[in-house]
Structures are given as C-alpha cells and as structure tokens.
C-alpha cells in the first residue's frame, strides 16, 4: 500500500513517498522529473523515519541516513544512483567521475540523465554531482536548492555546527 505525505522543510515542501518496506519517491514543489501522487495518506513507519532523518540532516546534525530505499529506473540508472550514495557528505564528483567509478567513463552524459531522473533526491545525493569545472549544472529540485544542499553539507549554513 502506498503511503503518501507532504513533508515541510527548509527547500520547500517534499513529497515523500513508501510502499510500506521501503521510501519509494521524494519530490520537491514543481520538479521537472517524476511526478508526486495527488493524495496524501496518513504516513507510514518508512516516512515517519524519513521525516525524523531529513529533519535531522537539514538541522545540520546527520550527514547520512539509513532508510530502505527502492528507486524504480533501468539498470543503467540503478547503477548510476547507488554510485552516488558512495559520495561522502560534503564532497561533490564531476558527472565524468561517477561514470568512470561505474566502469563506464564514456557515459558523461547518461550519468547527467540518470542523475536527474533520481527519484529519491537528498536521500539518494544526486546535488553532490557537479560539472567538470566546478560548476553547479542541473539539478531536478532547481539550482537554488542544490546550491542551499551543498552549502548545508559544506557547513556554511551552520558554520559552528549545531
């Protein structure tokens, strides 16, 4: 049974959602992939745990979480977001670097595609991805917010800690 449940946070509202065993989607207000279920529900155990842990990392307090996750995608795309869960809080990779650790350094561009269509954002880090030159390129939930994700995780937001 899917559970449904609009979540308020720091980036705007996100759309969190579980199919009982494991969170399913994340979406944020207006995103350009995926698209959020009409209705809310009444949240289940797995969003419950999401809403403490996603309050927690925008707090400034967790730097990974530990939820089941079960994004739908291809192959390619599965490959692609379990890659960027290996990318360590605070750091960022090139879209080239994330397709050469998957063994595919030719893929830059279907990298940059399986990012965007990431379906459990935050969560599955798809912000920490940036351009070859440092740049911030591309990012479903908007720049501003990736631009707010990375100085979060950089501790600019939170310079002290908290």
Excluded at 84 to 104: C, Q
Excluded at 108 to 136: E, K, M, Q, S
Aim: proline share 7%; net charge positive.
């Amino acid at each position: 049974m899917t559970a449904v449940h609009i979540h308020d946070s720091p980036v705007g509202p996100l759309t969190l959602v579980s199919d009982g065993a494991a969170l399913t989607g994340v979406f944020f207000e207006k995103q350009k992939h995926g698209v959020a279920p009409a209705e809310a529900t009444k949240p289940d155990r797995i969003i419950d745990a999401a809403r403490k842990q996603l309050d927690s990392y925008f707090a400034g307090r967790r730097t990974g979480f530990d939820l089941p996750l079960k994004p739908t995608g291809t192959a390619f795309q599965t490959r692609v977001w379990a890659a960027l869960t290996k990318i360590p809080y605070g750091e960022t990779k090139s879209y080239g670097a994330v397709a050469a650790g998957i063994g595919s350094p030719k893929a830059v561009r279907a990298v940059g595609a399986a990012n965007g269509r990431n379906p459990i954002p935050i969560i599955i880090p798809c912000h920490r991805v940036i351009g070859a030159d440092g740049t911030l390129t591309g990012f479903g939930g908007g720049m501003e917010r990736k631009a707010w994700l990375l100085d979060l995780e950089r501790g600019a937001l939170f310079p002290g800690g908290r």
